[in-house]
């Protein structure tokens, strides 16, 4: 079993992940996609999950979300096992726990406006909440993530690559979420826009209290956004702790060929 983090903190994590395992049949091999992980999400901190292509990152969030039916194991949030929960309950937890997605293209449906795509959420949770109500806020949310509320009515493909992803944050912020879970967010972006999408997402967490479980392979980015930092190699956690301790003395092979590989770090 992975070692857990431990903060001293009086609260209980706000995300748990105990001992989740999941395995695939591929080419006629059995790949352990996730291998005995463990890690904590604690309020008011942000878990970096840093890892290269392939390690078991994105699967380890598809677990989280329920995405993906794990082999063994079990995930809380707040205290509550979503493994063991209902579809319908797990929907009630969907409004506070959301997901950012890699591709900012490829999650927003193409046929819908910016303003249908943030509004979606809020017209499967929010049926108490009238036409205009629903529309203030998705200029509110607009406004918020930096896009300029009269595009409202335009197709993704009339935004670009760093307006798309910034469509798909509106939408994910839209039910007030406690904890983001956030796939590679940048990854699919020019390097020119990842420092901003960065930086957006910083000020949410500072301005909404917002959680994240932030999931990269791009160490420098990890250590400007995350309080803490697990991270994966082959299905396993084979070092976590806080960030800061982690960057200035990794214990893990692994994690020093990461920190090597850092060209440079992101500066405020």
Same mark, same amino acid.
């Given at each position: 079993m992975t070692p857990v983090l431990r903060k001293n903190m009086s609260s209980s994590?706000?995300?748990?992940?105990?001992?989740?395992? @999941?395995?695939?049949?591929?080419?006629?091999?059995?790949?352990? %996609?996730?291998d005995g992980v463990s890690l904590d999400v604690f309020q008011d901190r942000t878990l970096g999950l840093v890892g290269e292509s392939g390690s078991g990152k994105s699967t380890l969030a598809k677990i989280i979300l329920r995405l993906e039916k794990p082999d063994e +194991?079990?995930?809380?949030?707040? +205290?509550?096992?979503?493994?063991?929960?209902s579809r319908k309950? *797990? *929907?009630?937890?969907? *409004?506070?726990?959301?997901m950012i997605f890699q591709d900012p293209y490829g999650s927003l449906n193409?046929?819908?406006t910016a303003q249908e795509v943030i509004m979606e959420p809020l017209e499967i949770f929010l @049926?108490?909440?009238?036409?205009?109500?629903?529309?203030?806020?998705?200029?509110?949310? *607009?406004?918020?993530?930096? #896009?300029?509320?009269?595009?409202?009515?335009? #197709?993704?493909?009339?935004?670009?690559? +760093?307006?798309?992803?910034?469509? %798909?944050? %509106?939408?994910?912020? %839209? #039910?007030h979420p406690r904890l983001i879970i956030c796939d590679e967010p940048i990854a699919a972006l020019d390097v020119s826009i990842q420092s901003q999408i960065i930086?957006? #997402? @910083?000020?949410?967490?500072?301005?909404?209290?917002?959680?994240?479980?932030?999931?990269?392979?791009?160490l420098a980015m990890v250590k400007y956004?995350?309080?803490?930092l697990a991270v994966m190699h082959f299905g396993q956690i084979v070092e976590q702790g806080d960030s800061e301790s982690i960057y200035e003395n990794p214990r893990h092979v692994y994690t020093r060929t990461l920190l090597n590989s850092i060209p440079k770090l992101v500066e405020s």
């Amino acid at each position: 079993m992975t070692p857990v983090l431990r903060k001293n903190m009086s609260s209980s994590p706000l995300l748990s992940v105990r001992d989740v395992r @999941k395995s695939f049949y591929h080419k006629d091999q059995f790949i352990k %996609a996730v291998d005995g992980v463990s890690l904590d999400v604690f309020q008011d901190r942000t878990l970096g999950l840093v890892g290269e292509s392939g390690s078991g990152k994105s699967t380890l969030a598809k677990i989280i979300l329920r995405l993906e039916k794990p082999d063994e +194991g079990e995930v809380f949030f707040q +205290g509550v096992d979503l493994l063991k929960l209902s579809r319908k309950e *797990m *929907m009630d937890v969907r *409004m506070e726990l959301q997901m950012i997605f890699q591709d900012p293209y490829g999650s927003l449906n193409p046929r819908m406006t910016a303003q249908e795509v943030i509004m979606e959420p809020l017209e499967i949770f929010l @049926k108490n909440l009238s036409s205009n109500e629903k529309r203030q806020r998705v200029l509110n949310l *607009m406004e918020l993530v930096g #896009l300029d509320p009269n595009f409202s009515q335009r #197709l993704p493909h009339e935004f670009s690559g +760093g307006q798309r992803q910034r469509i %798909a944050i %509106a939408r994910a912020l %839209a #039910l007030h979420p406690r904890l983001i879970i956030c796939d590679e967010p940048i990854a699919a972006l020019d390097v020119s826009i990842q420092s901003q999408i960065i930086n957006l #997402l @910083k000020r949410l967490k500072s301005e909404l209290g917002l959680n994240y479980l932030f999931i990269s392979h791009d160490l420098a980015m990890v250590k400007y956004l995350c309080d803490d930092l697990a991270v994966m190699h082959f299905g396993q956690i084979v070092e976590q702790g806080d960030s800061e301790s982690i960057y200035e003395n990794p214990r893990h092979v692994y994690t020093r060929t990461l920190l090597n590989s850092i060209p440079k770090l992101v500066e405020s």
